[in-house]
């Protein structure tokens, strides 16, 4: 198997973006190659200026607040800079939701069409959340 671990982030709830995070940093660090595809309703968190906090599925993500768990977007980052990773925005949801990559959080690399990312995925690890 490969060391290539590519996860496509579409869900907007703060457990799954978490887990994400989580599992793009772990590996990461761990010297994983790590391609994160952000996708849908997960897009919305990592433009410039939005600060609204993602809902919580179940007690679970209240407590992640509560008890001041590393939120997701500093995990993600900490992926890019510390382990390398690569987090691309779909560009199908940029155009969609009318946005230019300018406006996207600046550790999120070029907007990626969602073949070129299956395609670079296919020899390795696939994850969704």
Known sequence: ???????????GTREQLQ???????????SGQDVVVFLSMNALA????GA????????AFGTLLDTRNAPGFKM???SAVELGSARIHPCSM??????????QLDDF???PLGLTKFLDDARLGQ????
């Not at 887990?19 to 660090?29: E, T």
């Not at 696939?126 to 959340?129: A, E, T, V, Y």
């Open 1 to 11: 198997m490969s060391d290539r671990l590519s996860i496509i982030v579409t869900s």
């Open 19 to 29: 887990m994400a995070a989580m599992v793009a940093s772990v590996g990461a660090v």
């Open 45 to 48: 968190y990592f433009v410039k």
């Open 51 to 58: 600060d609204a906090a993602p809902p919580a599925e179940g």
């Open 75 to 77: 995990l993600f980052e």
């Open 93 to 102: 949801a940029v155009d969609v939701m009318g946005c230019s990559e300018e």
């Open 108 to 110: 999120l690399g070029e």
């Open 126 to 129: 696939l994850l969704s959340f």
